[in-house]
């Protein structure tokens, strides 16, 4: 048995001497193998005799289960810290930055924003929007707009104009580069039946540089055509769009009649504000801040676009994207907006998926 | 138009407070664009007694003055003017007080050792005039200590309004007066004007030299001689008015003149009648006449103009300009007086054409009341008459008032159904009346009325126009908002068409690729068009702001290449920008295309620029573009089944790195890639620069399906598994041309290729290079024995090297 004891103790601290899973196998091998000293052992039971491989099969089997034993033991500590040095030696240092996700740098135009965020208000009060050429002919620009040739209003709009038509057959017309929305209420009347409830945004042109004009700016404007639509209608329209465009629970809105050749009535309007440094808040203040005109549309019109006065009506507003772009987001300056100046978009752009809506609000 | 409150009242009677009418005028639609109190600014000046003036002791030029200022205590102040002396009273400011002539504030000093506690002030440095020879002289009489602007009544307040072109009637106090009293603030005052006798003929007549059908050119004139008048300057009244309303005063024939035009929006001319030779013709202008107008400027002349001509030529641009050479002067002794109606287009134009703008053209242009022109005639001969004496003449007329008599059949219940506001019967026909417009009929029918319309409201034509003047003067502010009904009484259904999202989603799918909008300029050069497929006449503009912005762009790319480049020289040279917006390919309004384009400069790759820990980014490069361009396709839901890239692009693009993207031979959508050296060359940009334009209006609509549902997902049972092929090809043989035969060799068990290796180099022979493509097979039945694997590995290589020449790599 001495024997036994001392195989036991020297396996058991070859076992614990094992420093890798490799030796840790071969101390295995070197007693459980096939030629190993255990299995040499049970080997010699066979020659036994009944009495003596009872007592000695226990004791050698009990060595062997226990050298087992041993071994898973010593094997998962082996493969613990083998897998610690693993992973010590994969650190990382994850302080390092990253590259800024693509979506993270690109930017969406504020111009751009803001026709979307025009387009989530008047889409869920049911109206479409209606689109027209930047190029467009004096008749639809002016004259069926109710602008008299030569008349000063016409002048005040300080067109661009292309030479004259010369292919032959021609009339010699004009064309001209829109100097506001408007023609494309000439094009929605003449090519749908009322009711009409349509917004149109687009580029717009005139020939006027200087701090706060630039040759092109952009416009949004309104239109309804039914047999009700009034005054109350049109100013209701406007409050309900600037409480919701400037995300304000009130605004005090006040229409000075005005004249447009379009409209009678005409009105201007200017909305309630506080200035206060470069900042103007919305819904409070001592301030009055002209935004927008507007008015009925006048019966020439309307006869002029195939709508008989008598029978329907209707109302039309315009505004200035660019201005009510700098009025909710504080740019100071027009001209930035068509410079490409990347630090300027970066800083007043938005990110790709801030996108308006009234659900989620207009801006984030 | 300019006015100040005494003005107005001399046609208002009323008892409102400045507030109250600056309010008013802008609720009725004469907005007030600022109101300027002189007053406010000299509030500090005082009256002052100057007790004693006596030499400085330590400068000659000095005075040491002890002057009551009113307060008991007099006060010591140091005077350089020339005219200080004991016993006189002048005015007085005390330290602290604002100078507005000198813009400084007054403090207190010590000059040349003698104390000064204040200042005694000059006209020019109370800016009442240029005078700074000495200090203001008061009469005997002016109260010591009283506020100057009071004892001077220079509390005046001046009002500007911003009026707006439909409103001719108001170019004269005496329309904005009747506007005030129709809006319940006062009373306007009637002055009659009686018509002065004259005691003999005119020596000059008048006459309207024009063809039938320029008749309405010069419809009348009115024309008087005043003889024996003495002009000088004009009553300082008078010149306080002219002054406070920015104008200068020349002398009293002039001054009556300017201010009729103010007081009743009545332009007149006078002449001088001594300079006048023979009668006044009035007629076209000669082409190439000349006149030396008042401005001091000579004005060469079309037809198109109408001038006052005698026989020495022309005296005057009618309704626009006097002539230098019949003007008044100090010498006058005879003048003539005009008072003429002018056809309102044709002054706007001809003013327009020489660039002149007046008084006279400000209102001549707008229309002028027809009714007025005679009654201003007989205005401003009793003013000549009050100021300068002499002795009229009768007045000489050509032409008739034009007949502008328009009467509108007029429901009155048009005004609650255009602006919903109810408003009664007799307030609706008081403010008519009150505005001057006549009301008949209303005895017989309760609803419709007749509305005459006063001869200076040109602009009132319709129902509209009289709904308006209701509304005005009751006030919009009364309309209460409504709810507009909405059309369908539920949920709001979409309204974007197919281009309008698309535009849309571009613009997001092309930011979250890391670029950034630009919105740049829809005009570009003439160069620049030509250089990218434009530049045809019909798209360069007559009138260009500039000569870089002379052309209607054919292409977003040249924008965004120079805006790239500002970038650049600001720093920034990896920039990655786009814009999604309208080009031009032709005048009509179908050749307005909606097109998005993108460009990405130096190491501006979609992964991110520049340098890194992580990697170095490289050059940006046709595949960056590509890359793009294939997102935002993605994006925007088309179909790309049948997109085909073929290499070779525009012409601004680098002839061998630069594909076309087209759906069929017919139908190209747009091209991407890095640029053409000349095109740089020709912007003076920069690179590597790579981009690509695609037309949105061109791309294919998404097939329609009838239900929302998705197809049925079909997963198969067996395990998918690659192939590799390498083929060796010629080198211009395309990859695209190499996987669109392997799809083709078979199509129901293909489910992806791709492409992992392209190699040229050793082992390659010259001219030919290895493309390595991993196909996926997708089992659907049964998973495939070897020998199926095989057989369709061989179809693949056969149909690849049928389409391309290709072998395998041995």
Not at chain 2, 42 to 66: G, S, W
Request: net charge negative; aromatic share 6%; proline share 6%.
């Amino acid at each position: 048995m001495s024997d036994l004891l001392s195989l036991e103790s020297s396996t058991l601290a070859d076992i614990a001497g094992a420093a890798d899973e490799a030796q840790l196998e071969a101390v295995r091998v070197a007693a459980l193998g096939k030629k190993g000293s255990i299995s040499a052992l049970l080997a010699t039971l066979g020659k036994m005799s009944p009495d003596e491989r009872k007592t000695a099969g226990a004791a050698i089997n009990a060595l062997k289960d226990k050298v087992g034993e041993a071994l898973n033991a010593r094997r998962t500590i082996l493969k613990d810290a083998a897998l610690e040095v693993r992973l010590a030696s994969e650190t990382v240092d994850v302080t390092l930055p990253v590259r800024d996700a693509p979506s993270e740098t690109g930017r969406i135009h504020p111009i751009s924003q803001v026709m979307d965020e025009l387009t989530a208000i008047f889409a869920d009060m049911g109206f479409s929007i209606a689109e027209g050429p930047d190029i467009e002919s004096d008749d639809y620009n002016f004259t069926k707009l109710n602008f008299p040739a030569g008349h000063p209003a016409r002048e005040m709009h300080d067109t661009f104009f292309f030479q004259p038509d010369a292919q032959p057959g021609s009339l010699g017309e004009r064309k001209l580069l829109r100097t506001h929305t408007s023609p494309v209420q000439v094009r929605t009347m003449l090519s749908s039946k009322p009711p009409i409830r349509v917004i149109c945004p687009g580029r717009t042109y005139r020939c006027d540089s200087d701090q706060t004009h630039t040759p092109m700016f952009h416009q949004v404007e309104g239109l309804v055509i039914d047999q009700g639509a009034h005054l109350g209608h049109l100013k209701w329209v406007l409050e309900e769009f600037c409480k919701a465009f400037f995300e304000v629970p009130n605004v005090k809105m006040r229409f000075r009649p005005s004249f447009f050749p379009f409209t009678e009535p005409s009105m201007e309007v200017d909305i309630q504000c506080r200035r206060s440094g470069g900042e103007i808040r919305f819904g409070e203040g001592e301030d009055w801040l002209e935004i927008l005109g507007c008015g009925m549309v006048h019966p020439n019109v309307l006869r002029n676009c195939g709508v008989d006065p008598d029978v329907y009506q209707g109302f039309a507003w315009g505004m200035g994207i660019d201005r009510i772009a700098m009025l909710k987001y504080g740019m100071p300056d027009l001209r930035p907006f068509f410079e490409g100046d990347v630090r300027w978009l970066s800083h007043y752009g938005f990110k790709p998926l801030d996108m308006p809506s009234l659900a989620g609000g207009l801006s984030a | 138009m300019k006015f100040t409150l005494s003005w107005l009242k001399d046609h208002l009677e009323t008892e409102a407070a400045l507030d109250e009418i600056v309010e008013t005028l802008t609720r009725i639609g004469l907005e007030v664009e600022y109101v300027v109190d002189p007053a406010q600014k000299l509030k500090d000046f005082t009256v002052a007694y100057v007790i004693e003036a006596k030499q400085h002791p330590n400068a000659d030029r000095l005075r040491v003055c002890m002057v009551d200022i009113g307060s008991g205590t007099p006060v010591q102040v140091v005077c350089g003017a020339p005219n200080a002396r004991t016993g006189m009273k002048s005015v007085f400011s005390a330290p602290g007080t604002y100078i507005p002539g000198k813009d400084m504030t007054l403090g207190k000093g010590v000059i040349r050792g003698v104390e000064s506690n204040g200042m005694l002030c000059s006209a020019a440095e109370l800016q009442l005039s240029d005078d700074h020879d000495g200090i203001i002289d008061l009469p005997g009489d002016a109260p010591v200590g009283a506020r100057y602007v009071d004892y001077a009544a220079l509390s005046d307040p001046m009002i500007e309004i911003n009026l707006t072109p439909n409103r001719p009637d108001a170019t004269g106090v005496h329309g904005i007066a009747r506007d005030l009293a129709a809006a319940g603030l006062g009373t306007l005052k009637d002055h009659a004007i009686k018509p002065a006798e004259g005691s003999f003929a005119c020596p000059v007549d008048v006459k309207l030299d024009f063809a039938t059908e320029d008749k309405h050119l010069a419809p009348l004139f009115a024309l008087r001689l005043v003889r024996g008048v003495r002009n000088g300057p004009s009553p300082d009244w008078m010149q306080k008015r002219l002054k406070s309303i920015g104008l200068r005063p020349i002398n009293a024939l002039v001054d009556i003149t300017n201010y009729v035009t103010f007081d009743r929006g009545r332009p007149l001319h006078v002449f001088d009648a001594k300079k006048v030779s023979g009668d006044l013709v009035v007629r076209r202008a000669r082409d190439g006449e000349q006149v030396l107008a008042l401005d001091g400027k000579t004005y060469t002349l079309k037809p198109e103009t109408v001038v006052i001509a005698d026989n020495n030529g022309v005296e005057s641009i009618a309704g626009i300009m006097g002539g230098e050479h019949s003007g008044c002067d100090e010498a006058t002794t005879d003048v003539l007086i005009e008072s003429a109606l002018w056809d309102p287009m044709n002054i706007a134009r001809s003013g327009r054409d020489l660039g002149v703008v007046t008084d006279a053209r400000y209102r001549f242009e707008r229309g002028v009341d027809p009714a007025f022109c005679i009654p201003g005639a007989e205005l401003a001969t009793h003013l000549v008459i009050e100021l300068c004496g002499g002795e009229p003449s009768q007045l000489v007329v050509a032409g008739e008032q034009p007949r502008s008599e328009t009467a509108i059949d007029f429901p009155l219940s048009e005004v609650q159904r255009l602006t919903g506001l109810t408003l009664e019967t007799s307030d609706m026909v008081r403010t008519l009346e009150k505005l001057g417009f006549g009301v008949l009929g209303q005895a017989t029918n309760a609803d419709r009325v007749i509305v005459n319309v006063p001869s200076w409201r040109p602009d009132v034509e319709g129902k509209a126009d009289i709904a308006e003047e209701i509304v005005r003067i009751a006030g919009v502010d009364s309309v209460m908002s409504t709810p507009l009904p909405r059309l369908d009484a539920a949920v709001a259904r979409p309204i974007l068409t197919l281009l309008q999202k698309r535009t849309r989603l571009a613009r997001r799918a092309l930011a979250a690729q890391g670029l950034v909008e630009a919105v740049t300029w829809s005009f570009v050069s003439k160069e620049q068009a030509q250089g990218f497929g434009g530049g045809q006449p019909e798209l360069a503009l007559a009138n260009p702001i500039a000569a870089d912005l002379s052309d209607m762009r054919p292409s977003l790319l040249p924008g965004l290449l120079k805006a790239a480049q500002r970038n650049a020289d600001r720093g920034l040279g990896d920039v990655a920008m786009f814009e999604v917006g309208q080009v031009f390919k032709g005048a009509g309004e179908k050749d307005q295309r909606i097109t998005a384009a993108a460009i990405r400069r130096g190491t501006a790759k979609p992964q991110g620029a520049g340098r890194h820990w992580s990697g170095r980014a490289g050059a940006v490069d046709v595949f960056d573009a590509k890359s793009d361009a294939m997102a935002m396709l993605a994006a925007l839901g088309v179909p790309l089944g049948g997109l085909h890239v073929v290499a070779g692009g525009a012409a601004f693009l680098h002839p061998g790195r630069s594909g076309t993207m087209q759906f069929g031979p017919k139908n190209v959508i747009g091209w991407f890639g890095e640029f053409h050296p000349r095109t740089l060359e020709m912007l003076d940009v920069e690179g590597p620069l790579c981009g690509f334009e695609i037309v949105l209006d061109d791309l294919p609509a998404p097939r329609a399906k009838p239900t929302k549902v998705k197809g049925k997902l079909e997963l198969s049972e067996f395990m998918p598994l690659e192939r590799d092929f390498a083929f060796v090809v010629d080198h211009s043989v395309a990859a695209a041309e190499i996987l669109r035969a392997v799809q083709s060799a078979e199509r129901s068990m293909i489910a992806a290729v791709n492409v992992f290796d392209v190699y040229e180099g050793a082992g390659i022979p010259q001219g030919k290079k290895s493309v390595g493509v991993a196909v996926t097979l997708q089992p659907r039945e049964k998973t495939l024995t070897d020998v199926e694997i095989e057989q369709i590995a061989g179809r693949i290589v056969a149909e690849v090297t049928k389409k391309t020449g290709a072998s395998l790599r041995g």
